[in-house]
């Protein structure tokens, strides 16, 4: 990205820098946009597939084995997974044994 300088000669992108993989200002402009909503907002473009927020703080190691998981998952399916879907994929097993468990 070029250098833009302001009136006063400072430089923009050494202040701020960029922004994760958001260093188009317009694509940042519009990913803090989005990040600002609400799930039932009215102005997002598609319908929420995931309306409630789940965080939880896990090991090093931990991070590591989801981390492989979903490198493996991805492989397997030939998709992107997220961690979102594999805590909801891990959730539905979970639980699946746990029906089976208990007959």
Known sequence: ????????GSAFNELLGEFGKHGDREKRAKAERLAMMKPGDGR????VKRPNQF???????????????IK????????????ADLVEHAIAVLAQSQQKAMT
Do not use: H, I, Y
Not at 1 to 8: F, G, I, K, N, R
């Open 1 to 8: 990205m070029a250098e833009q300088t302001q009136e006063d």
């Open 44 to 47: 997002r473009n598609r319908g």
């Open 55 to 69: 965080n939880v703080r896990v090991s090093d190691a931990t991070k590591a084995l989801a981390d492989e998981l």
């Open 72 to 83: 493996q998952f991805a492989a397997r399916d030939k998709r992107a997974w997220s961690q």
